[in-house]
């Protein structure tokens, strides 16, 4: 077995306990110390993979992405503690990304060539932190679907028990949301400033430029449509989840097809 994916699954093996905590009797200081663990395994991962240039193939992009998610989501527990309760649904996503990158190839690296300037550094941090967001929003507007339908047919499960709120899933929701909408002003920002330098033009018709840009609008017409006419409960959450499925095809999708279908490293 290769070393490569032995800290794959150790780092996934040390995703267990954030996900199984929530379902005992435990105080919020002892599930977050378990979220604590499982980002630091996770950002020990990522760091192993930029350390060997490969933190641009897929494996390295999955990793910063459940590691920034992780942050980001002890980020808002500061803010909000119910955030919290949204590990019963996110951990065990993330975990399943974990073995994803066990599953994939080994990756041999590839030459980082010159060092990335600040404004590439800026642009693929704003990146890494609108896909976790929007990640955890998409995760608090599935938690509001789940607790209405459990709502809905009289009946409550382990796992819904165990969700926030209705009400203050909607909060986290747009919360999120709204956090998520202003980092990805800027990220298309400094996209335009890269493609600008790079190719001359400010705008340049790729299935990243296209997807995030679809996503930018769907995720600020959710927001409007929030703020103006009180949209809100599944049907905010649908048009969240759509914007995470864009994003998810313009972060890992595209550097999973150019990698494995087309042959051709990111």
């Not at 933190?55 to 909000?80: H, K, M």
């Not at 608090?140 to 819904?160: D, E, M, N």
Request: hydrophobic letters at 60%; aromatic letters at 6%; one cysteine or more.
């Amino acid at each position: 077995m290769e070393l490569s994916v032995v800290f794959s699954l150790l780092a996934v093996c040390a995703l267990l306990p954030a996900a199984a905590v929530p379902y005992f009797v435990v105080s919020g200081r002892v599930l977050a110390a378990s979220v604590a663990g499982a980002a630091s395994a996770a950002g020990a991962r990522s760091a192993d993979l930029v350390a060997r240039a490969e933190a641009s193939d897929l494996a390295g992009a999955l990793w910063l992405s459940i590691t920034a998610t992780l942050l980001l989501l002890l980020c808002a527990v500061a803010v909000r503690r119910s955030a919290l309760m949204l590990t019963p649904l996110l951990v065990p996503w993330l975990m399943v990304l974990g073995m994803i990158t066990v599953a994939l190839p080994a990756s041999g690296g590839e030459n980082p060539g010159q060092v990335a300037g600040p404004w590439v550094l800026v642009h693929a941090t704003t990146a890494v932190a609108t896909y976790g967001l929007v990640t955890l929003a998409a995760i608090a507007g599935l938690s509001v679907i789940l607790t209405q339908r459990s709502l809905k047919r009289k009946t409550t499960g382990p796992l819904v028990s165990r969700l926030p709120g209705e009400m203050e899933a909607e909060r986290l929701e747009v919360g999120l949301l709204t956090a998520a909408v202003v980092i990805l002003v800027a990220g298309v920002a400094t996209g335009m400033v890269l493609q600008l330098a790079e190719a001359g033009q400010v705008l340049v018709a790729n299935h990243k430029t296209i997807l995030s840009l679809a996503a930018f609008l769907v995720l600020g017409a959710t927001l409007a449509a929030h703020l103006c006419f009180g949209t809100r409960g599944r049907t905010s959450a649908r048009f969240v989840l759509v914007a995470w499925v864009l994003l998810t095809l313009g972060f890992p999708g595209v550097k999973f097809v150019t990698g494995f279908l087309l042959g051709d490293a990111v």
